[in-house]
């Protein structure tokens, strides 16, 4: 399967999305709190507009929505998470992240242009995050062959597309590529934005929960390449 076009054409075709998603936007609209979604919007520097569900209820919304469904082939993940990013409110990406998250198994390695695509659009740390790390992560460890994109994300000039390429292996624990993690981190050494500093600091933090030497001798190795802001997000919790 591949999903490389930006209009609605590139949408797979999707029974089960038929299904779920006229089920979505009446659960979530008949939840939207007009007044909690102003003060969300605020609060997330008015990138995209919310319909002011918390988490808590809305997944608990998302399960009656998503009562009695079948389980999705790659196709129909695809399309549900692709019809969702083309609606305004923040929520609807929500559901589609956590339904990835949950469905991420039936994913072969050619879904990934489609996470690519939702990286990419309206994006921030709180979708993007999501999708590195349960999403992107996955599909790179079911097939070794993805490191190289990866490799090629790192690279890339949008800021979100390199965050998720520092963050894909954050729970990859014993199981990460320590040479590609701390390239990774050197190569983006000199970023100018804040949400690239602070990926390379938060991806270093977590690993040193697996190996804090590693990550200690790494810094003092390159301590000076990295921007202050790094330094302290990586040694958080093992001093150095």
Known sequence: MTVTGAGPAAVPRSALADVVMPRLTEVYGAAADPERAAATRAYM??????????????????RTVLAGTARPREEDCAAVALRCWALPEREYHYFAADYLRRHVRV???????????????????????????HVVGPLVAADPALAAT??????DDDLWVARAALLHQLRYRERTDTE?????????????????????????????????????????????????????????????
């Open 107 to 133: 994913c072969t390695s050619a879904f990934l242009p489609v996470v690519h695509r939702l990286i990419t659009t309206v994006p921030w740390w709180d979708t993007v995050d999501a999708l590195a790390v």
């Open 45 to 62: 520097k008015n990138v995209v507009p919310f319909l002011g569900i918390p988490t808590p209820e809305r997944r608990a919304l998302s």
């Open 180 to 240: 590609r993690l701390f390239a990774y981190c050197l190569r983006r050494s000199g970023h100018p934005d804040f949400f690239v500093r602070k990926a390379i600091g938060w991806a270093l933090r977590e690993y040193a929960k697996t190996d804090p030497d590693a990550v200690r001798d790494f810094l003092a190795r390159e301590r000076g390449r990295f921007a202050p802001l790094t330094v302290r997000e990586a040694l958080k919790n093992i001093g150095g």
């Open 150 to 155: 990866m490799d090629a994300w790192i690279a």
